[in-house]
């Protein structure tokens, strides 16, 4: 299934393409200079696989939460080529794309994942491997770092993302019941794929004027701490 994924959610931001002949990524900075690099990346990485835009069948995009200009990036690079070619579109929580990455790097089969927020908050939510799928489990928060709690009693888990580097004295006690700390780990468009191709096969696709960023955070509210 040849799928197209952008992933903009944090520092880095990146672009993934699968194909017959594999996965290819592509990453790129600076949020506010993405939208012509991720469309350069695409260009390049459609162009290496001899493929035309017409021939996806499908496009991701990191639909947050995180960065509120790299979100707004992604979604409209996403929306505009979705539109332009009535492909498929499927956003996908990048909590979950983090999740994915995060479990598969430890071999564990649960991750606390949290994201630095900024603004003294953080991103939050636990996922765990069921029956070789990761989901997210209860809800995406938005909190103080001092509220994050770690996971009920279970299976071994790990601790992911840049709000354990960001505010680690806060969530020293948390990650202290990891059995490992991925601190600096960021989501992956290469880990939007996993959920993308499930939400395709179900018809679970959205209309690209309805595929919008999910912030957690209203704008008014990015606006004053920026």
């Given at each position: 299934m040849n799928l197209l994924a952008f992933e903009t959610s944090s520092r880095v931001g990146s672009?993934?393409?699968?194909?017959?002949?594999?996965?290819?990524?592509r990453e790129v900075a600076a949020p506010?200079?993405?939208?012509?690099?991720?469309?350069?990346?695409?260009?390049?990485?459609?162009?290496?696989?001899?493929?035309?835009l017409e021939a996806l069948r499908g496009i991701a995009f990191g639909r947050g939460p995180g960065s509120f200009t790299g979100?707004?990036?992604?979604?409209?690079?996403?929306?505009?080529?979705?539109?332009?070619?009535?492909?498929?579109?499927?956003?996908?929580?990048s909590l979950l794309a983090l999740a994915e990455r995060a479990l598969r790097e430890s071999g564990l089969e649960r991750a606390l994942v949290c994201v630095d927020a900024h603004m003294g908050e953080v991103y939050s939510a636990l996922a765990e491997r069921r029956?070789?799928?990761?989901?997210?489990?209860?809800?995406e928060r938005l909190s103080a770092p001092a509220d994050l709690a770690a996971p009920p009693a279970g299976p071994a888990w790990c601790a992911?993302?840049?709000?354990?580097a960001a505010h680690a004295a806060a969530l020293a006690g948390v990650a202290s019941g990891a059995a490992e700390v991925l601190q600096n780990l960021e989501p992956s468009a290469a880990d939007l794929l996993p959920q993308a191709k499930r939400d395709l096969a179900a018809g679970r696709v959205t209309p690209p004027k309805s595929a919008l960023p999910v912030y957690l955070r209203d704008e008014t509210a990015w606006r004053r701490g920026s």
């Open positions: 672009v993934a393409l699968e194909t017959r002949s594999g996965l290819h990524v506010r200079e993405q939208t012509g690099r991720l469309l350069a990346l695409t260009d390049e990485l459609l162009s290496a696989a001899g493929i035309e979100l707004r990036v992604s979604a409209a690079v996403a929306q505009g080529l979705a539109a332009a070619t009535g492909v498929p579109l499927a956003p996908v929580s029956g070789g799928v990761v989901e997210i489990v209860g809800a992911a993302g840049t709000g354990f």
